[in-house]
């Protein structure tokens, strides 16, 4: 189970600002030309905030950084996506291995990894920042041949049975 960030409650509490209302602000402050405190008046936004997104190009995501890049996150999600359509899904232990494997063939090692293999929490934060594409299922085994059906097939099936119980009673249909 992944450890979830619980705030202190004597701590300050801080504004969420919504990522298009800051890009709306940083345009209107970069394109338009309006002064940075005029900005934020206007969109709500405190001005050591505003000023900061504009001055620092390069900010860093709020909370720890993630090990691997965007790009290697997005193409271990398709591979493991392609994984999963060719009808071998993996489970959590599967994926530290690819991802071990794949750090081991860039030849990084990663301190926090024991032996470059992530742990299971980490996985699940992986799992958790990409759940819109990937999730962990319980594996159903059906033949492949089923799985194979397609909604056109489906579709012809019953276009089929139509056509050949036209002219039988519904009394003398049993299933």
């Known amino acids: 189970m992944t450890r979830i960030y619980k705030s202190d409650p004597h701590g300050k509490q801080y504004k969420k600002i919504s990522v298009s209302v800051m890009e709306t602000a940083k345009r209107a402050v970069l394109v338009n030309k309006m002064s940075i405190r005029g ?3 206007k969109y709500n936004i405190p001005y050591s905030v505003l000023q ?12 720890g950084q993630t090990v691997l890049t965007p790009q290697e996150e997005a193409s271990i999600t398709e591979r493991l996506k392609i994984c999963a ?3 071998y899904p993996l489970n959590l232990m ?3 291995l690819i991802i071990k494997t794949y750090l081991d063939s860039q030849g990084r090692t990663i301190k926090i990894f024991k032996e470059n293999m992530p742990g299971r929490e980490f996985a699940e ?16 085994n059906i033949k492949r041949s089923r799985a194979a059906t ?4 489906i579709n012809d099936y019953f276009d089929n049975l139509e056509d050949s119980i036209r002219d039988i009673p519904p009394s003398h249909i049993i299933n």
């Open 85 to 87: 359509e060719w009808g």
């Open 39 to 41: 900005a934020a008046k």
């Open 125 to 140: 934060g992986f799992l958790k920042r990409h759940k819109e594409q990937i999730a962990e299922r319980f594996c159903q």
């Open 150 to 153: 397609s909604p056109q097939i």
């Open 52 to 63: 900061r997104h504009i001055k620092n190009k390069n900010l860093k995501q709020q909370g």
């Open 94 to 96: 599967g994926l530290r």
